[in-house]
């Protein structure tokens, strides 16, 4: 039977009042009536009437205190997409700004959720873009899925668990950084009991068992505070909030521990009028009991990015057994409760509205990633940066202003320098935390102060950079860089890099690579010339690994040529090394090189080669690329030259057991011992040890061989060897 709406909305009539007296219950009943006149006949899977949902949906919206227009497009929600009224009706009707709302709702719904990343990203995009026009929107589709949570056991098992890890990974997230916890917890723990149904019934059970003890408990506590707060002046209320189950879980998981061993299970809240008595009353709960060190958190002084205020202090209770306390006035913790709909009430007042904007940073902040990405950003990028950045744990950092910005654990410097603006990343040269100039390398812990230190002469960013930022943003910004800037370059490093491999291919190394080949496999791959792909590879963004697969695959039953061509890599600077070698039978016209394979350095037993038209190659004596020559008539002999005042590049690398600060430490010592780092790649191996290649400027071996003596006294180094191929 179908229920008695006209009844119904007397019990929603005092609810809309009860949260605001002035309500337009006018206007509000007008939207209740046509959303029941046009979902009428329509059922949820419990089998009630449709309409209870938008019902239940704009109760919420009220009691988070939102405006008359939220609370009637919270009624039509699901109007325009569920039923035959038009958009052009509706506004008709109701008005520009509620149509706008309940479109804005309908076209979020649209987006659905697969697995696929990219489909992800993009609904992702979709919901902040909806956010930055209206962030009513994304309101209501918080209290829509909160309904759709709760009401999720008439779904399939299967919807069940694809609805649970959406929410998790969407709405959570988005539900913490607009700040409103209570629909923060309550997500989680029906997120919990869908996702880890064991697990959540076996804990519900167990806090179920120990409900009396810990009441008992905090009963005390709450008792002991009570009498020392009633002969002061403040008007304070004092509560014990039970800890959600989910994170009561997270915490046993994280912590490797049991249940028994869980003792801040429920908090106490005091809440009070003032700033000055939040002090007050943390002053008196330290007088009873003694804090535990570092436990004391204010977050009035230092508000959280998403706004949260309060102070918390964990103390020692009875039997030294820790419990929180948290202080904050009312006003705070009707904040807390609802985040940024606490501020959607002073939307007209003009004073209010920084504070409100303030609010809406983050979303700004994603806003500028994305167009900044441009056509760039690709949806995988962009959602790497959302689960990177945007959801995970976060550290707060902030400017000698006193600015604060939220980043990803282990961020370091350059991480903030990113986040703070692109040119300030862009021409970071050093930075101070605390005060202190520290190495890039170093991590960051929240409460820092950062001061990032930038010049206009710096020639951008450092490709080692990469490995150290921890953010995708900075990454995504330091990749962009490389692409516009420095393509010259990159084109170079990208064909090095694949001629390097190109050696140790067997089966296409003794051929004779022509650039038709590259051409068109630079073609079947998408890009335009080989250099955009050779450029490609240099920024790291295609491997060479595909490439040598195709070239096998196309060329390598193709005629080896009659005599094997050695690569001599053209060194950087153009200038000539003939004045440092002395070619035997030769005048000294001839075009001498060092052969980027060994980079022999005077000092070294060498050898010449004589390549076809591009003069000689000097190898060093025992370069796999000379012993393994099947033509030996074109060596030639050549000697040092002693009056030789150049310095040479060799290539050197270093394996260390774990990269964390090594950079720092490895850079120190070389420019302690005068010698210029020409290059420097870091990586890591399979086994998580630190692989660091670098190419040295020395001026001979006897320098060389000292400067690898004193990096074995690093203690984290494991091996260090010169390259000779
Ligand atoms: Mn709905």
């Not at 880890?196 to 409900?211: F, G, I, T």
């Not at 980043?407 to 040269?429: M, Q, W």
């Not at 960013?461 to 953010?471: A, E, G, Y």
């Amino acid at each position: 039977m179908a229920k008695d709406f006209q009844k119904e909305f007397l019990k929603f009539k005092e609810i809309v009042l009860k949260n605001n007296e002035n309500a337009n219950l006018n206007l509000i009943k007008k939207a209740y009536d046509f959303a029941e006149y046009h979902h009428r006949g329509q059922k949820r899977n419990s089998g009630e009437d449709y309409f209870i949902h938008p019902i239940v949906v704009a109760e919420t919206l009220s009691n988070m205190q939102l405006d008359d227009q939220t609370i009637c497009a919270g009624l039509m929600h699901d109007v325009l997409e569920d039923t035959p009224v038009t958009e052009d009706q509706m506004k008709e009707l109701f008005g520009e700004e509620i149509t706008f709302l309940v479109d804005g709702v309908t076209k979020l719904k649209k987006l659905n959720y697969k697995t696929r990343e990219e489909k992800q990203a993009e609904n992702i995009r979709k919901m902040v873009l909806a956010m930055s026009n209206d962030v009513r929107v994304i309101l209501i589709k918080l209290a829509d899925r909160l309904h759709n949570m709760r009401t999720l056991e008439y779904k399939t098992e299967k919807k069940q668990k694809q609805t649970a890890s959406e929410t998790l990974e969407i709405y959570v997230p988005l539900a913490h950084r607009l700040g409103i916890y209570t629909m923060k917890w309550e997500l989680e723990d029906l997120c919990f009991r869908y996702q880890k149904p064991e697990e959540y019934y076996e804990l519900a059970q167990m806090v179920h068992n120990k409900r009396r003890e810990r009441e008992a408990y905090i009963n005390e506590i709450i008792d002991t505070l009570n009498k020392a707060l009633s002969t002061s002046k403040i008007n304070y209320e004092i509560s014990g909030r039970p800890k959600g189950l989910y994170s009561i879980y997270k915490k046993m998981s994280r912590n490797k521990i049991e249940f028994n061993e869980i003792y801040d299970m429920t908090a106490v809240r005091v809440l009070v009028d003032t700033v000055a008595d939040c002090y007050e009353v943390l002053g008196k709960v330290h007088s009873i009991w003694r804090p535990i060190p570092n436990r004391i958190k204010d977050y009035i002084g230092q508000p959280k990015p998403n706004g949260y205020r309060s102070l918390h202090t964990t103390v020692f209770g009875e039997d030294s057994k820790p419990f929180e306390v948290q202080i904050r006035t009312r006003q705070m913790h009707y904040e807390c409760e609802y985040g940024i709909a606490a501020h959607w009430k002073y939307k007209e007042n003009k004073s209010k509205s920084t504070e409100f904007d303030e609010k809406l940073t983050f979303i700004r902040q994603i806003m500028e990633w994305q167009k900044e990405g441009g056509k760039d950003v690709d949806s995988k990028e962009f959602l790497d940066t959302l689960k990177g950045d945007f959801f995970s744990k976060e550290i707060y950092i902030y400017s000698p202003k006193g600015e604060i910005y939220s980043l990803p654990v282990n961020s370091c410097a350059i991480d903030f320098a990113y986040r703070v603006h692109t040119e300030v990343g862009n021409k970071c040269v050093g930075a101070k935390v605390n005060g202190k100039i520290v190495p890039f390398s170093h991590k960051l812990n929240t409460g820092d102060v950062v001061e990032i230190l930038t010049s206009k002469n710096s020639q951008g960013p450092s490709r080692d950079w990469l490995n150290m930022v921890q953010s995708n943003q900075a990454k995504n910004k330091i990749k962009q860089f490389f692409k516009r800037y420095r393509k010259e370059e990159n084109i170079e490093i990208g064909k090095d890099s694949l001629f390097r491999e190109l050696r140790k291919n067997k089966e296409i190394y003794k051929r004779d690579i022509k650039d038709e080949w590259l051409e068109e496999i630079a073609n079947d791959l998408g890009y335009p010339t080989k250099d955009e792909m050779f450029a490609s590879i240099g920024f790291g963004k295609t491997n060479t690994e595909q490439i040598i697969q195709k070239l096998v695959k196309k060329h390598k039953d193709e005629l080896p040529k009659q005599i094997e061509e050695i690569d001599i890599t053209r060194t950087n600077s153009k200038k000539s090394f003939s004045n440092e070698v002395r070619v035997s039978d030769l005048d000294d016209q001839v075009d001498v090189k060092f052969a980027k394979c060994c980079n022999p350095v005077p000092g070294d037993q060498i050898v010449g080669y004589i390549t076809k038209g591009k003069g000689i190659s000097v190898h060093v004596r025992n370069c796999p690329n000379i012993t393994n020559l099947k033509s030996p008539e074109r060596l030639i002999d050549v000697y040092w030259q002693n009056n030789s005042n150049d310095i040479f590049p060799v290539r050197i690398q270093i394996t260390t057991k774990d990269k964390t600060g090594m950079i720092f430490e490895i850079t120190k010592l070389i420019s302690a011992e005068n010698v210029s780092i020409e290059a420097m790649n870091v990586r890591s191996n399979d086994n998580h040890e630190g692989i660091i290649d670098l190419t040295v400027l020395v001026p001979n071996t006897e320098k060389l061989n000292e400067l690898i003596m004193k990096l074995k006294t690093i203690k984290m180094i494991e091996s260090i060897y010169r390259v000779k191929s």
